[in-house]
């Protein structure tokens, strides 16, 4: 049976879905993975040819682009199953060689990868990157999901959504524990200036976006079509509160950090951010494995017609797409400072 499964995956919603279920296939087989995102040449275009000659930083985060963020969702998704993998960014303006090639490279025994054929079954695969992929190799493919099915309705719309925005917290998170766990191994002072960007990522986005979402559409409509739901909202809803003061406990523990940066406050720090990261990952398990199941057996179409709209900021004044964008800019830079910082440091997450 297959024993090393390379997936592509893109910066679509579709991506979200795709990493779940390649990731859920290779644990039943015991498979390990690499994940794989090709990225256009940014410095082959006109403008980026003047940004590198401009701001060699600016062309440096243009060039890195939303790699880093796409692949650390797919690594948390993974991560959380207990999953082996291994993540690789390709520069290249045609997907399908990077494809093949890493999977040759890798010696990956199946490429498990989605289809954006938007145009019905019968011509499904016609002149996408997937079907370019089934005609120039020689190794198994598995089209596990095409977009037309995985995203006809607004129930999968909005779970990819919730789902994408927890696997970034906890690619933030891991980030967090293992530059902290660094400093510890090294003695040497953690970076400061990432820290405080992947903080003020919690403390905004958390505030501002994902709670607010999730109290005010998701769970108010499935207490308002399944009564019986009460407990288990009411549980989310409370510890929802609780990441609110064990974040403000880990801002403090931040703050006393950046000012003495010493192996006590060091400590202070890890213990404040494993009492959140504790806490988040339980909500975020009860979240997806009990209310998730729920809100699929007892709310309507035109219940997730509303999360959905809410959720990518078209139906609530207060959610903008401004804001929205600059959140995922925001993780994508973390997730690129991160990936820098790494390749300084010589370390392996």
Known sequence: MYQHILVPIDDSELAIDIASKAVAFAKALGARITFLHARP???ATGNG???RVMSPRDFADQADGTARA?????ESEARDESVAFESIAKTSDRPYEAIIDTAEERGCD???MASHGRRGLKELL??????????HTTIPVLVALVENSAQSTEMNKAINIIRGEHQSMAAVVHGLKHILRQARETGKPADIRLLRAMIHYFLAFRRVLHHPKEEGYLFARLRARAPKSEELVSRLEAQHHELGALLEALETAFNGYQTARDADHLNQLTQAV????????EHIKIEEKCIWPECRAYLTSEDWKEIANAFEQNGDPRFDKDREAGFDHLFSSIMNMYERSERGQGGHV
């Open 70 to 74: 796409v692949l650390a969702r797919a």
């Open 274 to 281: 494993d009492r959140y990261s504790r806490l988040q990952w």
């Open 110 to 112: 199946l490429i498990f």
């Open 49 to 51: 040819a003047l940004v």
């Open 41 to 43: 040449d940014y410095g």
């Open 126 to 135: 016609v002149g996408t990157q997937t079907q370019k992929v089934l005609a």
